[in-house]
């Protein structure tokens, strides 16, 4: 999905400001939001892409004018409604007007710790041998997706350079979407600057992003 999350080589947003000891977060409230989005994803409605894709269809003015738990909060709230599990009006409200749906798992407060620690592994068996190798050239698709995809706008149509196999890793773009789980090869793939940005980037820069397997093809 072409959202206001792509920002890649976006213009007129200014420079990257990083904080000095930037603090885990900057308000109460923030823990809170953190700790709902773990204990709701747990309850086995969506997954991790689903939720992506939630924050990434925010309307762009609500994104780009929202801080990053802002937009995981107002992510949280459309998928909790389009799952079923709450109605806009309870949200507006406050609290519960109808029977909750029933959640296929609860966390509870003595699991938190070591589910947190455990992870949520993503990568699966393969079903055949990777396509490509280290080394070799590539070049990703051009395609605009109506749902998430882990493809950024910049990197579409470019050469890169495969640097690294990491596994085969459960594929976001149909997970996001509630279809079946399918699984596909991921790798690094390194572009020099000018690839990207043209002839004025900086020649000796490089970016290097995860791909999936159906994102490629040779070049």
Same mark, same amino acid.
């Given at each position: 999905m072409n959202g206001a999350q792509d920002l890649g080589g976006q213009m007129g947003f200014g420079p990257v400001q990083p904080e000095?000891?930037?603090p885990? =977060?900057?308000?109460?409230?923030?823990k809170r939001v953190l700790a709902i989005n773990v204990a709701a994803g747990a309850m086995g409605g969506w997954t991790i892409d689903g939720i992506r894709a939630a924050r990434e269809s925010l309307p762009p003015a609500q994104y780009l004018s929202s801080s990053y738990y802002e937009i995981w909060l107002a992510g949280l709230h459309r998928i909790l409604v389009e799952k079923g599990f709450v109605t806009p009006e309870e949200l507006e409200q406050g609290k519960p007007l109808a029977?909750? #749906?029933?959640? #296929? *798992? %609860? /966390? #509870?407060?003595?699991? %938190?710790?070591? %589910? /947190? *620690? *455990? +992870? =949520?592994?993503?990568?699966r068996e393969a079903e055949a041998p990777a396509r490509f190798a280290v080394g070799d050239a590539v070049r990703t698709r051009v395609m605009h997706p109506q749902h998430h995809t882990r493809l950024p706008r910049y990197a579409r149509g470019k050469r890169g350079v495969i640097e690294r196999i990491t596994g085969c890793h459960v594929f976001p773009d149909t +997970?996001?979407? +509630? /279809?079946?789980e399918t699984a596909q090869w991921l790798y690094t793939v390194v572009f020099t600057g000018p690839e990207l940005w043209g002839p004025d980037a900086d020649p000796t820069s490089t970016v290097s992003i995860e791909a999936w397997e159906s994102y490629l093809e040779p070049a």
């Open positions: 000095p000891n930037e885990i =977060f900057h308000a109460e409230w923030e029977p909750a #749906k029933t959640p #296929k *798992r %609860v /966390l #509870k407060g003595d699991e %938190v710790a070591a %589910v /947190l *620690r *455990r +992870g =949520f592994p993503y990568e +997970g996001a979407q +509630g /279809l079946p």
